[in-house]
Nanobody, 117 residues
């Protein structure tokens, strides 16, 4: 079982920055990432990072957000700069664990990010 603990959300003005953190318990964690869900919308990918450091970003956040990872601490970070009101959402941490050739997804409880205009 993997548990994810997120921190770092909050209220910020447009143009500001926030840094999200997500610490994972457990082992055999493969990829980690961040997803978000705005009111009335589906959950969408923000950014992912593999254990080897390969990253993937949604087009809407490229150049503004940076995902990083500390494998020793099983922690993933999301540095969010130049925030826009449309970035307002609940941000969820995700971890993919491989066990015996099968992949399992785990989710954090979410942290609210609100960007005021």
């Amino acid at each position: 079982q993997v548990q994810l603990v997120e921190s770092g959300g909050g209220l910020v003005q447009a143009g500001g920055s926030l840094r999200l953190s997500c610490a994972a318990s457990g082992s055999s964690i493969n990829a980690m990432g961040w997803y978000r869900q705005a009111p009335g919308k589906q959950r969408e990918l923000v950014a992912t990072i593999t254990s080897g450091g390969s990253t993937n970003y949604a087009d809407s956040v490229k150049g503004r957000f940076t995902i990083s990872r500390d494998n020793a601490k099983n922690t993933v970070y999301l540095q969010m700069n130049s925030l826009k009101p449309e970035d307002t959402a609940v941000y969820y941490c995700n971890a993919v664990v491989e066990r015996f050739g099968n992949f399992f997804n785990y989710w954090g409880p979410g942290t609210q990010v609100t960007v005021s205009s």
